[in-house]
Structures are given as structure tokens and as C-alpha cells.
């Protein structure tokens, strides 16, 4: 085949004539040579190329279209290819363009002679530089003719000219994060010069770096990174439909500027086809199937105000209920599926004179004064009614079976006794508008009826109902956020503890239709499960599933079927169907499975031992992809040592999958007082405020260096969140194991987070029962990282969102203040417009990588990374 002069055919692939396909994933290296003292020169030899194919300018081109704009016309999106040897670009009028190892002629790739052309023509070349640490390079490209060079999807430099006689080189400094990166280069043939189309490139590498630190190849195997982690199309939710033979899956896409797109897709389950798609920008929001017939209702909100949309699959209409109804929040199907009770958030009105009178703690929020009320809509009319009003808010907590009842709640403040804040549970008779106080509690979650109307399902604290849901020993105060299921008898007023001896905390509980059986979600120490409570013989059943982190579940409600989603090592959230008797589960949705295909994981293993109390502290070690055990490696010991476990979900905020691909082993310790380990166990986080943590993790880390003689006991780094932000405080403190640690928002001082955070005081009632700053000095001062800085030895990083209402930046201003006046060596990073979590795309991003950063600097010796993002110019 003439590469200058290709011929197309339809549904037929450009080929190099002397390639085969076998090359597929075969790890090719760069040639290697020493240039000037310091600096080493890496040809890029190894290339994969796509075309050439003729590309003509556009008609009247002449004056106002020249080859640079053709080279800047994006025929195709770059950041969209994944190059693999014997896979193809999809190309006009049903053509495609096979990726095929390059033709090298002299280190240069060779895309076509002298021979004189009629049209301009396009290729596509790609190749992989895979970095083991963040490197710094200088990227040459020479060629006669045009091109435009592309890294990971952005273009970095471009050559928008031709020249006949010794072309100049395009230059471009790079800084390549470690990872693996993709150079793509757009090459333009003139075909009014009749020079050879080649390109030469190569890397310039000086010192500290070296040709070790970086591969060339043209495999897209790689580890992940954080773009991968961030980017590309997720599952969200599904809900499935009462009798369950249909299923609207939410799925996001996340471009690499951040920009999502959130659309439906509805499954016959059945017959397991994708039926319809609704997307085009339309990001909607709640989906709830109607109680009856093939109807889902959905809604979707625009400059602030929301239509509620009721979708007929039978009829294929889409109907709007309700248009334009500003601040809509949730909204809920009456069973017999005539009316749906909605809520309607009223905003407060601040004071004009620029004064605020506290009426309560919870004051400081915002949005204390806002008001929820509820109202329901008439399906077949179309009239609203509205169902509440007063001075307290009524969020919707259940509807009756036959739809003649609604509960509520109504929470006001309790000085009197913890939790501080008091929940009445009122209940509506819909035809007489009456309301009656069933009960009021202080730590009521979720609420259900029954579905023959008798019983109310109720999850809440071990205390909720005094001491008949609580199982720990004499003297101990159980943890309330240990979470327990009950039924509550209507005739009776009598409640029934469920899970008083079953150790996993529960989570979200929903009857089948049937009331014979309850399903809920549970913490079960390393691992979020499902089961299924029997309600004749109250025996708990554990489902069998395909993820290890269950994220949450979709019942039908008249079916034998439900849908679940969840996550795990090395496994990005994905959906499942479940038959509920033969247990078998069929893959619903995975999109990421195919963004993940190429991406390598290591091992991961649970490893425990036993505290000082002979009690047995559970934990998970994460394995870098290319683990060696004769190698030695650093170490991450990640926690959060509050009052619940770290899952082994995938991804996240401190993503475990993460820091290993980038060379860390990672070390998850539970140590006491986490929930999903049983009320004794989980008891111990009460009053305690990481003293038995950090002693846990001191031994645990110690033990687990013994027993893993390849982790380097001189690189081994700490980091921890909140809570968690609060142990690596504590533990800087008290050790100096730990070559470094890492704080995001962590509380310094346990007083000032208990009197400032929005929830310190709601908090504490919890952590620190009965206990305050005048009755405890030996908690709030003594256990308090900033009455301890002195004794920090090691470095530490500390983040926090400049805007955190949970724990106040403050805590880290003053631990950061104190160190910095004591002279020991402390970095501190605020988040502009952050709260407790970096929600921001870009801001996350930076974040990410400042903690991989940090750690690289003070693990692995490598302060590069950290120098380019934090350059001495006072940023």
C-alpha cells in the first residue's frame, strides 16, 4: 500500500503493509544516549501511528482557510483516544483508522516519501512515557512539515508552518507526574513541499532525574493515576420498578475540565436490553417509580426551579406534574399511587439591621431558620395541597400503606440530656388534618410502616428506647452512632430490638411487599453487606454479592428481585441484579470496567493482631501493582480511628488503590472503637479521644513492620481526615515512628472544635459523653494535639477547606502557628471556598496531588514533585 497516496475504502482500516497484529501489548523501550554532562537524551523511537489519510481543505478555502487552521481543527477528540496496536479510530463515511506499530527510518518515524501529493494529509502518532516518580523533561520534535503535539489530551506545542530547508525544532518543557502518560502528535503533510514526511523526537533529561525514571512504550497497561481515578463515565444509581422487570440506571460522565454530564437509562430486566436513554443536558435529579403500572417520576431543576416529570414507558409520554416550583426538594408516592407528597424548603429572612440573635447553637447554621414543610399533589387533578406549616420544619418521614396517614418529624433543642436536640414523631391523619405525638426520642434515624400498616420499622441508636436495644458490659456507654434496627408496635406503642446481638451497624432498611422479610444495608467491620431479616422467625440473613463495599440497594417491592451497587479493591462502583431465590446476581451496569481494563492493580490481603488487651484489631495492606518482596518500600498507614471503619470501597477521597499504584504499601488498621465490630467494641470510641487509637496504631504499625520485613521502617508516613486529620495530630505527638503524617481538617483542640464546629457540641455528646472542657481537663487539654506540639519531632502537612463548618480551619491556624513558632518543620495548604470535603473538580485535583506530593518528598526523597506545585514565589 502507497502511504502517500492511501486509498479508501468503505468499512475497510488503514494498514501499514508491514505490520502484524501480534505487537499487540508488546513493551517496547527507547534508545538511550548520554549528551552534555548532566543531561541524558531519550529518543522516542517507539511510536503507534494511525494513517495518513488525504484531508482536503474546504471548498473557498483560499483566503480564509490556510493548513495551520486545518492543523487547529479538531477532527476528533484527542483526549478521547486510547492508542492500542490493532485497534482503530472510527473515520469518516464508515471508514476507520487502524493503530499500527510505526515504520522507523533513522530514529524518525517515516509517514511517507517525496513523492509529490494532491492533498494535504493527516496521521495520528501516539506513544506511552511511563514515569515512576514526577520527572522533569525537555521535549523536542523536529519535521518539515506541520504538527501539533498533544500530552495526556492537551495541546502543549505546535508547529504550524512547513519548511523546506532545516526545519526548526519545536521544544516544550514537560512535567510528568508519576504515572503514564500519553504524547500524542496531529502531523499535517503539505503536499505543496516535496520533502520526506518524517518526524524525529526525543526527551532531554538532566539531572536529578535519569533514563531510569521513565519508559517508553506503546502499551496502554498502566497503574492509576489521578485523572483516571477522577475522570471518564461512572455508575450513580438505579431504582427498580415495584414488580421488577424494569430499572432506570443514573450514570455521570466527568470530563478532564471537570465538566459532568448526568443522564437515565432504562434496562428491561427481563430480557437485560438497554431500552431507552434520556440525556442531552438534561441532569435530573430524584427518580422514584411510581407504586403502579410502567410510571416513573423524575425531576430536573433550572435556574433554581423545578418541574417534576412523570414518564409513561407504555404510553411513551413524558408528562409534566409540576413546573417551576422554586426550592422543591424530596419527593415520595403515596402506595396507591395517586397523590405524591413533596416538601418545599421556605428560606428564613435575615435581619436587615446586619444583627442576629442566636435562639440556639444550631443557630450558627446558615440554614437553621429555613423551614421544610410538606404538601402532596393530586395525580389526576393536578391540585397541591399544602399539609404543614408552623415555626419548626416537618420533613416527610413515612406514608401509611393505604396512604390515608403521613409521619413527620420535629426537632427542637434539649439542654436537659445528650444528644441536646429532641425529635418528636408526629403522625397525620390525612382526611381530619390532625396530628398526634407518637413519640420523641433524641436518636431516631430512618422510619418505615409496615405494609399491613401495624408496625414501624425504626433504625436509631443502641439508646434509642432506653436500654433494651444496648448489649455492652456494666459501666460502659454504648456508641450512638452504632446504628440498631427495631419494630415498633402501633397498638402497643412497644418496641422490639432487631439487632441488639448483631455486630454490623446497620444502615438503610426497606420491607418487601410481602412483610414477611426486611433488607438492609450493614457496616460489618472492613465491609458494607446486605441481608435480609426474617420477620416470622427473626432470623438475619447475609446476601451473597459481588462487591465487597455495598453502597446501597433497590428493592422491588412486589418482586423476587433487587438491584444493588457497590465497590471494592481494584473495582470501580458497578450495579448488580439479585434474584431473591436463587441468589444469583447478573451485571447490570459497569462503566468504568472498560476506562479500567487496562489498568493494574496490586494485591490486596487482610492482615490483624491483637492490642495489649489481647483483643484482635483488623486491618487490610494494599500491595503496589508491581509489588517485589526482595524490594524495599515505603509505607502508608491510613486511618480514621473515630467512630466508624475504613470500608474497602474503591476510590474516594483517600484512595488506598491510589497511593499504592504510585509505589506505597498501605497499611488500614480498625482500631477500637470503630462501628461493624459489635456495641462492646464500638463502646470504646466513648470518652476516649484517641488515647487507646494511638497507642493501637503505635503497636499495630510496629507489628506489622516486624511482620513485613519489606516495608522500610524509616519511611513509613501517616494520614488521616477529621477525625482521623485529629489521630495524625495525636500521633506526631506522641510518636516518632512516622517519618511524617498528613492532617486533613484535623481538630488541634479538642475545646474550641467542641464550642465552634457547627456539630462539635452534637458530636461530643457522642465522643465525649457527659464530659466538657470543665469536667474533663484530662480529655480536652490533655489529649489535645495543640497543648502537646512541642513534642512533634517529624514533619506534617496540614489541609483543610478555608470554608469548613465541620471543623473549623482554625484548628489547623493554631497547630500550624504553634509549630511554626516552636521552629519544627510543618507545611499548611488551605482550599479557598472548600468545606469539609474538596468538592471542586480543579481544587480536588491540586489537593490529590499535594498529599501524593508531600509523601513522595518524605518517603521517597523526591522533592521535586512538591518544589513544582509549590514553587517559591508565594503561591
Known amino acids: 500500500m502507497n502511504r502517500s497516496h492511501p486509498s479508501i475504502k468503505t468499512n475497510t482500516q488503514y494498514k501499514l503493509r508491514f505490520l502484524a497484529p501480534v505487537l499487540f501489548l508488546i513493551l517496547l523501550t527507547a534508545t538511550i544516549s548520554a549528551g552534555e554532562k548532566g543531561k541524558t537524551e531519550v529518543k522516542l523511537d517507539q511510536w503507534l501511528v494511525a494513517g495518513p489519510v488525504n484531508t482536503p481543505l474546504p471548498v473557498y478555502h483560499k483566503d480564509s482557510f490556510k493548513l495551520k487552521d486545518l492543523l487547529n481543527y479538531n477532527m476528533l477528540t484527542v483526549a478521547e483516544l486510547s492508542p492500542t496496536a490493532g485497534k482503530s479510530i472510527n473515520w469518516l463515511d464508515g471508514n476507520s483508522l487502524a493503530w499500527e506499530t510505526a515504520e522507523m527510518s533513522k530514529k524518525a518515524v517515516r509517514l511517507g516519501s517525496r513523492a509529490k501529493i494532491e492533498l494535504p494529509q493527516v496521521a495520528y502518532l501516539a506513544t506511552w512515557i511511563e514515569t515512576g516518580r514526577f520527572v522533569k523533561a525537555e521535549l523536542r520534535i523536529n519535521s518539515h512539515h506541520l504538527l501539533k503535539v498533544y500530552l495526556n489530551g492537551n495541546a502543549v506545542a505546535d508547529k504550524p508552518t512547513s519548511e523546506k530547508d532545516d526545519p526548526k525544532d519545536v521544544k516544550h518543557k514537560l512535567e510528568l507526574e508519576n504515572g503514564k502518560h500519553l504524547l500524542v502528535i496531529k502531523a499535517l503533510r503539505d503536499p505543496g513541499l516535496s520533502k520526506t514526511w518524517k518526524i524525529e523526537a526525543d526527551l532531554t533529561i538532566q539531572e536529578p532525574f535519569s533514563d531510569k525514571d521513565l519508559v517508553v512504550n506503546v502499551t496502554p497497561k498502566r497503574v492509576m493515576d489521578v485523572n483516571t481515578l477522577l475522570n471518564g463515565t461512572r455508575f450513580s444509581s438505579a431504582s427498580i420498578s415495584p414488580d421488577g422487570s424494569l430499572a432506570i440506571v443514573r450514570l455521570t460522565d466527568t470530563n478532564a475540565e471537570g465538566h459532568s454530564e448526568s443522564w437515565l437509562e432504562l434496562h428491561n430486566l427481563e430480557n437485560g436490553k438497554q431500552e431507552q436513554t434520556w440525556r442531552g443536558g438534561m441532569q435530573p435529579g430524584s427518580v422514584s417509580w411510581a407504586p403502579k403500572g410502567r410510571q416513573f417520576a423524575f425531576t430536573r431543576t433550572s435556574?433554581?426551579?423545578?418541574?417534576?416529570?412523570?414518564?409513561?414507558?407504555?404510553?411513551?409520554?413524558?408528562?409534566?406534574?409540576?413546573?417551576?416550583i422554586e426550592s422543591l426538594g424530596s419527593f415520595s408516592w403515596a402506595a396507591d399511587g395517586k397523590t405524591i407528597v413533596y416538601s418545599i424548603n421556605k428560606p428564613s429572612e435575615a435581619d436587615k439591621r446586619g444583627v442576629k440573635r442566636l435562639r440556639s447553637p444550631r443557630d450558627r447554621w446558615p440554614?437553621?431558620?429555613?423551614?421544610?414543610?410538606?404538601?402532596?399533589?393530586?395525580?389526576?387533578?393536578?391540585?397541591?395541597?399544602?399539609?404543614?406549616?408552623?415555626?419548626?420544619?416537618?420533613?416527610?418521614?413515612?406514608?401509611?400503606?393505604?396512604?390515608?396517614?403521613?409521619?413527620?418529624?420535629?426537632?427542637?433543642d434539649d439542654f436537659d440530656k445528650r444528644p441536646y436536640t429532641l425529635t418528636r414523631l408526629q403522625v397525620m391523619d390525612l382526611q381530619t388534618f390532625e396530628a398526634d405525638t407518637l413519640m420523641e426520642a433524641g436518636w431516631l434515624g430512618g422510619i418505615s410502616w409496615s405494609p399491613d400498616g401495624k408496625q414501624l420499622m425504626m433504625s436509631g441508636s443502641p439508646a434509642l428506647f432506653g436500654d433494651i436495644g444496648t448489649n455492652v458490659s456494666e459501666g460502659r456507654v454504648p456508641n450512638d452512632y452504632d446504628a440498631q434496627l427495631y419494630l415498633y408496635d402501633l397498638n402497643t406503642k412497644k418496641p422490639t430490638a432487631l439487632t441488639r446481638k448483631f455486630d454490623p451497624a446497620v444502615g438503610r432498611a426497606a420491607w418487601h411487599g410481602s412483610g414477611k422479610a426486611i433488607y438492609f444495608s450493614a457496616t460489618d467491620g472492613e465491609f458494607d453487606r446486605l441481608y435480609r431479616y426474617h420477620t416470622i422467625s427473626g432470623d438475619i440473613e447475609k446476601l451473597p454479592l459481588k462487591v465487597e463495599t455495598l453502597r446501597d440497594f433497590s428493592l422491588a417491592r412486589d418482586g423476587a428481585r433487587l438491584i444493588y451497587w457497590g465497590s471494592g479493591p481494584g473495582q470501580p462502583m458497578q450495579a448488580y441484579t439479585l434474584d431473591l431465590k436463587s441468589f444469583k446476581s447478573n451485571l447490570l451496569a459497569a462503566p468504568a470496567r472498560q476506562e479500567f481494563a487496562d489498568v493494574q492493580f496490586g494485591k490486596v490481603k487482610a492482615w490483624s493482631f491483637e492490642n495489649q488487651d489481647g483483643t484482635t484489631i483488623a486491618g487490610t495492606v494494599y500491595y503496589p501493582p508491581n509489588f517485589d518482596e526482595n524490594k524495599s518500600w515505603p509505607c502508608i498507614v491510613y486511618y480514621y480511628g473515630g467512630t466508624v471503619s475504613v470500608t474497602r470501597d474503591f476510590g474516594g477521597r483517600y484512595p488506598k488503590d491510589l497511593f499504592a499504584a504510585l509505589g506505597y504499601v498501605v497499611y488500614v488498621p480498625q482500631p477500637s472503637g470503630a462501628t461493624g465490630y459489635g456495641q462492646e467494641f464500638s463502646s470504646l470510641h466513648v470518652n476516649n479521644w484517641g488515647k487507646t487509637v494511638a497507642g493501637e496504631i503505635i503497636d499495630g504499625t510496629k507489628q506489622f513492620l516486624e511482620a513485613h520485613p519489606f516495608v522500610d521502617a524509616k519511611r513509613v508516613g501517616c494520614i488521616g481526615a477529621s477525625y482521623g486529620g485529629f489521630m495524625t495530630m495525636y500521633l506526631m505527638t506522641a510518636t516518632d515512628m512516622f517519618a511524617t503524617g498528613i492532617s486533613h481538617a484535623g481538630i488541634s483542640a479538642l475545646s474550641s472544635y467542641w464550642g465552634i464546629g457547627y456539630w462539635g457540641y452534637l458530636y461530643s455528646s457522642v465522643a465525649s459523653a457527659e464530659s466538657f472542657p470543665w469536667n474533663r481537663r484530662d480529655i480536652y487539654v490533655d489529649q489535645s494535639p495543640l497543648f502537646n506540639a512541642d513534642k512533634v519531632k517529624n514533619p506534617i502537612l496540614l489541609l483543610h477547606g478555608d470554608s469548613d463548618t465541620n471543623v473549623p480551619p482554625g484548628e489547623s491556624d493554631q497547630f500550624y502557628t504553634a509549630l511554626k513558632l516552636l521552629g519544627k518543620e510543618v507545611e499548611y495548604v488551605q482550599i479557598a471556598g472548600q468545606d469539609h470535603h474538596i468538592l471542586d473538580y480543579q481544587k480536588r485535583k491540586i489537593w490529590q496531588k499535594t498529599i501524593l506530593a508531600w509523601f513522595d518528598k518524605h518517603l521517597k526523597g523526591q522533592p521535586e514533585w512538591w518544589n513544582s506545585l509549590y514553587k517559591d514565589t508565594g503561591e
Not at 303 to 324: N, P
Not at 383 to 392: D, H, K, P
Open 303 to 324: 435556574e433554581k426551579k423545578s418541574t417534576l416529570w412523570l414518564v409513561d414507558i407504555d404510553k411513551g409520554t413524558t408528562t409534566a406534574l409540576m413546573k417551576d
Open 367 to 412: 440554614w437553621f431558620r429555613d423551614k421544610s414543610f410538606l404538601y402532596r399533589l393530586d395525580i389526576k387533578s393536578g391540585i397541591r395541597q399544602r399539609l404543614t406549616a408552623g415555626s419548626l420544619g416537618t420533613p416527610l418521614a413515612a406514608i401509611s400503606p393505604n396512604g390515608d396517614h403521613i409521619a413527620f418529624t420535629h426537632t427542637e
